[in-house]
């Protein structure tokens, strides 16, 4: 007789269940509401600056819709909207007695021109156009590569705003002053060339206040520097000159007295090739001053930075992108002050300080130069 045996395995199945803290669950979506909220409102600064109804707001005091359209240009429904959405924001004040908007000098002190150079309502516009190209960046994710400078239109128009009035508040009388002895160098005359000069308004106004010291500006864009030319030109200066150049290949050998280079650096294809260059450029004991992005090297060192999430969005949808699109390193713009130091020195400049300056809380001020 045969006998058979069957026999059954049974397999148990482990599942693992994770108790949800529903308070911090609920806290985390009112924090996520809040963050819609506040792009909603982001989106309407930006076109309250675009179209100059912040400023407008401002000027006239507590009024009416109908008032501020024909002050500001532009149709009463729209406005009124618009101004429901920044009341609603806690931007604007309304008075429902008498119909009156209104937007308190503490509010429009950084949403406005009138009370200095931070205009955190122009920087909205910044955050408009990086979303015209997301569809495109997404693809980028998938297949690699970068997105070139020809798919940010307005990006240099929206930088040369801000940096313009950064600049005018400060370059003449806090920036030089920074420098040890470049006030005296540049009355006496002296050869500069600034790297990225973009629109060139750093390198007009320098060239206005030092008639005996010759500027040269230098940029791949070619729109950016029919307009630094503009400018020079409607001011009558003979001493500044502007040319497209790719920085990377500067090719100059010890024919500077000083170079700079404002916020220019983090976002080059090749920033030890033009760091390089421009150790290379700069005459013997030459002053090299680098402006770029506060920040430290590393996320973790970062994370009390107010504007932190802008600095990796801009750097996501713009900044490491156009490098990426150039074959580049993709630095970023939160390189960090570790990263900076280290390529300065790295290029062969010595003595490399970094210094902060009151007119101008976003960037930090790298001093260097050539032994």
């Not at 500044?240 to 404002?262: C, I, K, N, P, Q």
């Amino acid at each position: 007789m045969t006998t058979t045996t069957t026999t059954t395995t049974t397999t148990t199945t482990t599942t693992t269940t994770t108790t949800m803290d529903r308070d911090a669950a609920r806290a985390f979506q009112k924090r996520m509401v809040g963050v819609r909220e506040d792009a909603a409102l982001g989106l309407l600064l930006g076109i309250g600056d675009e179209l100059g109804l912040l400023d407008a707001l401002a000027r006239t005091g507590p009024t009416d819709p109908a008032t501020l359209a024909a002050v500001a240009g532009v149709d009463e429904r729209y406005l009124r909207e618009w101004l429901d959405g920044i009341v609603a924001g806690d931007v604007a004040t309304y008075d429902a007695a008498t119909g009156h908007y209104a937007l308190p000098r503490e509010r429009a002190a950084c949403l406005t021109s009138a009370d200095g150079p931070v205009n955190l309502a122009r920087s909205m516009k910044m955050l408009t156009m990086l979303a015209g190209v997301e569809p495109e960046l997404r693809e980028k994710f998938r297949h690699g590569g970068g997105l070139g400078y020809d798919r940010f239109p307005r990006f240099h128009e929206l930088m040369a705003a801000d940096a313009a009035a950064v600049h005018d508040a400060g370059l003449l009388e806090v920036v030089v002053p920074t420098v040890p002895g470049l006030h005296e160098r540049l009355v006496d005359g002296a050869d500069v060339a600034d790297v990225g000069c973009g629109s060139g308004h750093a390198v007009n106004l320098l060239a206005r206040a030092y008639p005996a010291s010759r500027f040269v500006g230098y940029d791949l864009g070619d729109e950016a520097i029919e307009a630094a030319r503009a400018q020079a030109a409607a001011w009558g200066l003979t001493n500044a000159s502007f040319e497209v150049r790719d920085v990377a290949a500067l090719g100059e050998e010890a024919a500077y007295d000083v170079v700079t280079a404002f916020d220019a650096i983090h976002d080059q294809a090749f920033p030890d090739r033009v760091l390089a260059g421009i150790a290379a450029a700069l005459r013997p004991g030459g002053t090299f001053l680098m402006v770029d992005i506060k920040a430290e090297s590393g996320v973790e060192n970062n994370r009390g930075l107010p504007w932190l999430t802008f600095l990796y969005t801009l750097s996501l949808m713009h900044c490491m992108t156009v490098s990426l699109a150039h074959g580049g390193a993709g630095l970023g713009t939160v390189w960090g002050r570790q990263t900076a130091v280290r390529m300065l020195e790295e290029a062969g400049l010595v003595d490399v300080e970094v210094r902060e300056v009151r007119s101008d809380p976003f960037n930090y001020f790298y001093l260097a130069r050539r032994a």
